[in-house]
């Protein structure tokens, strides 16, 4: 749980709540075609609980978080700048809405999706 | 920075405007290339200017135009005359440069344009749908949620309108300004699309982006210029026409203002062009189907713009200052005060003001020039230079008011060929003491001498809050309190400004002053000034009590004991 105080009391945002935002903004983001568990315990997992958030681990400490995703990018875009631009959108929508502070984003790419051979 | 230099070949290689385009080959989609690539430059800072979201398209103008140079780069030696290869590399250079969310979607653009034309030699019109199309599809294949009103929704009513289009006509340069054309009302629909556009009064800037490319074909088909439009057209609500008055000059007596529409999309060249016979510093916006343009013009000149306004469209708001009368009155309406009449080889007296209200007494005791500055924002010492070297004088008296400043001051005095003298007044209080001795067309060495011995006929006490917890002098002070300061030395420590003031006064050598004079600072209302006034008179009924307005930001109270 991330927590944040206002004068009334404490705010408690979970971690799912984080991934959810961060998985969202990421299917948003040109060149991202989907999400991907990082392992198969994960895959199989998700795939039981029909887990939104699969590919996003979020992790926390003093108010600052980590965050890591599991990407496949369409292939034929150039990648460095599809992951650069997913993890600028994903730090920004999750500062923007939660008003914690992301320390980091790593992008993964765990595969790429060829829909066309040129 | 980007930019290598790219010769414009000529431009007969790809037709005469008036005969139409039945097809183009590599070679001619290389010069089309070229050109929208220098339109795109001419027109970066316009795209950039529409970023609304600062992430994670910073500055899409430059993105694009980057993934264009890449691209062009490919093929900038090519003799390529295969169209099919030739877009293959510029693809392929696209891909390479991508930058950023526009740049990668312009490279897919690119790619599926690549891939439609295959290893053709030539296109002609079905085969630019074909190409489109493919670019559409490649370009909305990289998202899972496309979002709308972006770049997408712009090569997507591209493409609709050419296949449309193409079933009339097969002329390329007409479909290529169906093309402009489409890019156009689909930009200008965009804030339809996206909320965040229209809150923020833009359009999208990846989507303009497009437009300037696929102008800048057209453009050169046309024989257009692809130089930098001579005005900047900026969207309406980045408008910002303050600037506007910084340099006022001759012939630019009155400010025309126009909010207008028209029923045609204005011609922006024609328009800046008769603009300039009729004035200078013109500004044009745009935004929401509206134009505002901004101009100074001669006081005969004053009702032309709008006659000429007239002819174009429909007006709806109009208005107009006196440009004459804002400089003389300039630092009255915009900093709260108006300087006396300098004349000239008086004695000129500049002095550092940390607020409005210290600059307005400042300025009625008859200081030439004013600096902006105190405790957290010296002035510098160029800063200083510059408020007197211009004036008709050849002696100047520096009131610099914060001992922070007396360094900067004296460095401005061995920099200027004036007669400089520095009264080091290390205090507001001090700085006013000093300026009760100024005669203007008296003899500035006696003056600057007298001023010197002023300083030391008045003591300063200065109200604030302490920023840390520290114990100085002995007196311990905890963090957020309330602190008093005489002539610069921390003596007392209060809950509030009320105590700390009355704490301080008992340090200080009441029997030997008969005046006290309160600035209160713009953290403090007026309301607790009286209190404190009030409390005072009670403790000091002998004495006059004064309260002027300083607007000094930190202190709270800087009182002045004469």
Redesign the interface.
Known sequence: MTTADNTLGSIYISHRAIASIASQSA????????LAAKNLADSLSHVLVKEPIMGVEVSFSDLVLDIDMYVIV?Y???IK??A???S??V??QIENTTGLSVNSVNIHVRGLRI??T? | MIMTNIPLETRETVTDSKTSIKSIDGQKLKRLLEASLLWLKANQQLVNSLNV?????GDTGTNMLLTMQAAYNEIANSNESNIGKMA?DI?QGA???????S???L??IW?GF??ALDTLPEMDAEILVRALNESRN?AY?????P?EGTILTVIKDVSIAVENAALKSQDLQELIRTAVNAADESVKFTPELLPILKTAGVVDSGGKGLFFILEGMLRYIQGSSLEASAVMVQPLANMDLTDTMEDIEEGQDVEVVIDFSTKEPLDLEIFYQRLSEIGTSIQVGEGDGMYRMHIHVEDEKTNEPLKYIATLGTWSKISMENLKLQMSGKQDSEQGYQLAEFHEGDIAVVAVSPGKGISRILASLGVAAIIEGGQTMNPSTEQILKAFEDLPTNNVIILPNNKNIVLAANTAKSLSVKNVHVVPSTSIPQGLSAMLRLDPEGDADEIAKEMVNALTEVDTCEITTATRSVEINGVEVKNGKFIGLLNGKLLVSGNSVDEACSLLLEKADMTARERITLFYGENIERDEVDVVSQHLSELYPDHEIEIHEGGQPHYHLIISLE
């Open positions: 299917l948003t983001s040109y060149g991202i075609v989907g369409e034929g875009t150039r700048s599809v650069s631009s997913v600028e959108i730090k920004y829909s066309n040129d | 979201f600062p992430v994670p398209d293959k693809a891909l390479m440069g991508a930058r950023g969310n740049g990668v979607i490279s897919q790619r690549a891939r490649t294949k990289g998202v899972v949620r979002v």
